[in-house]
């Protein structure tokens, strides 16, 4: 009846870096042998606010001390702390705030909200798009490799090109319910939106009533440079996703949408058992805290800009992509030999797309570490440390 003697095993559905960590402070990690890493993966861009940042432990301690479980249909003072703490940072037209467990969480709240406002099906993504793995979010993510296995998926969904402005102007229509977009693709390869591309879709999306979900799963909370990576275009989502940073670690996501679509919704209509929980409020609360108090938005822009004019010595100028603390570098090739050679001197990064060198590093990374990155990677790239 039971497993018994032999140990369950766990299913091997990520690449291994054949590393054991125990610890985190801030910007390293440390193995089982007391080796100190410097971490420009964060699990996969989430320790953006350092590991185990003091700050945010603290006060998900205390939290744990009070209480752990209440929810949505109890009032408690983190949550509303939190609302209070977000609303310092939201776009003002964003009223209303939904909280989750995961970033595809979110996005299938996302896509929800947008039907039940609008009343229509179809939705527009673009390629190299990546929104997450459950079936919604699945079916907008663009990777055939993700989707194929399984299929069928939402109906109703058409890809664009990213980028391309007549394809927005043609196929967004009065049967569009929304248009979700990274501003930055982060898993299809530290792609950024061109400022037109993004104003197409708000104008098209406008004039014919559909809503723009603006994913900032990856890019959002001071990543790209600015709290949210769509500030740096002036234009406005009606509904954000975001996740990953948002609770300095502490699985939490949250979706916030326009008044209108806010009140379009009934009870019952979306739930979530874990989703705005007490723990997770208290670190979303002490992260909003950490990105203003530290001016962590800012840091990431100088940071990010040290960061680019260095990679620029080494790679030519058109092979560096991203933006902020969101940076890779098109190497042309599988990054994955690369990223191996930087692990064996004590850096750990990853990959985007099929062929860019991907780096999300927390916001509080120096100079001196960066210095350190570029001698080795420029070491690796002119070929002395690959085996013969
Ligand atoms: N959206 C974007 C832009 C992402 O980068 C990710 C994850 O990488 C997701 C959604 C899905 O988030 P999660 O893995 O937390 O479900």
Redesign the pocket.
């Known amino acids: 009846m039971f497993l018994g003697d032999v140990l369950a095993k766990l299913l091997q559905l990520y690449p291994k870096y054949g590393l054991r960590i125990v610890r985190g402070y801030m910007q390293y990690v440390w193995d089982d042998k007391g080796n100190r890493y410097l971490d420009l993966h964060t699990g996969?861009?989430t320790a953006f606010l350092g590991h185990s940042n003091p700050k945010i432990v603290e006060k998900v301690y205390e939290q744990m001390r009070k209480i752990m479980v209440a929810s949505y249909s109890f009032d408690i003072d983190s949550r509303d702390e939190s609302i209070e703490a977000l609303s310092k940072i939201l776009p003002k037209k964003l009223e209303y705030v939904f909280f989750q467990n995961?970033?595809?969480?979110?996005?299938e709240a996302a896509l929800k909200f947008s039907r039940k406002y609008t009343g229509r099906k179809k939705f527009v993504a673009f390629t190299n798009?990546?929104?997450?793995?459950?079936m919604g979010?699945l079916s907008l993510t663009w990777n055939p490799k993700y989707r194929k296995p399984f299929e069928p998926l939402l109906k109703d969904v058409v890809f664009l090109r990213f980028n391309d402005v007549f394809g927005v102007e043609r196929f967004v229509d009065e049967e569009t319910a929304a248009v979700i977009v990274?501003v930055v693709?982060?898993?299809g390869g530290l792609n950024v939106a061109t400022k037109e591309f993004l104003k197409t879709i708000r104008e098209k999306c406008n004039e014919t009533g559909c809503t723009v979900i603006f994913?900032?799963?990856?890019?959002g909370f001071g990543r790209t440079g600015k709290i949210w990576a769509h500030q740096h275009y002036g234009i406005e989502p009606d509904i954000l996703?975001a996740?990953?940073a948002i609770g300095g670690g502490f699985?939490v996501?949250l979706v916030a949408v326009s008044s209108e679509i806010g009140e379009s919704l009934e009870p019952g209509e979306h739930g979530t058992t874990y989703g705005g929980n007490p723990v997770a409020c208290a670190a979303i609360s002490a992260s909003v805290n950490v990105l203003l108090k530290d001016n962590v938005a800012e840091k990431a822009r100088e940071t990010g800009k040290y960061f680019r004019e260095r990679l620029g010595k080494i790679v030519p100028k058109e092979k560096i992509k991203g933006l902020g603390l969101m940076l890779g570098i098109d190497l042309g090739e599988n990054p994955e030999l690369t990223i191996k050679l930087l692990l064996n001197e004590k850096i750990i990064s990853l990959k985007a797309g099929e062929t860019v060198l991907r780096f999300l590093p927390p916001y509080m990374i120096t100079r001196e570490d960066i210095n350190y990155v570029v001698k080795v990677l420029s070491n690796v790239l002119s070929g002395k440390n690959y085996p013969s």
Do not use: C
Not at 102 to 107: H, N, P, R
Not at 129 to 134: D, L
Not at 215 to 219: A, I, L, M
């Open positions: 996969y861009g995961s970033g595809t969480e979110a996005v798009s990546f929104h997450g793995r459950t979010s990274e693709q982060g898993e994913d900032e799963v990856q890019t996703v996740g990953k699985p996501s």
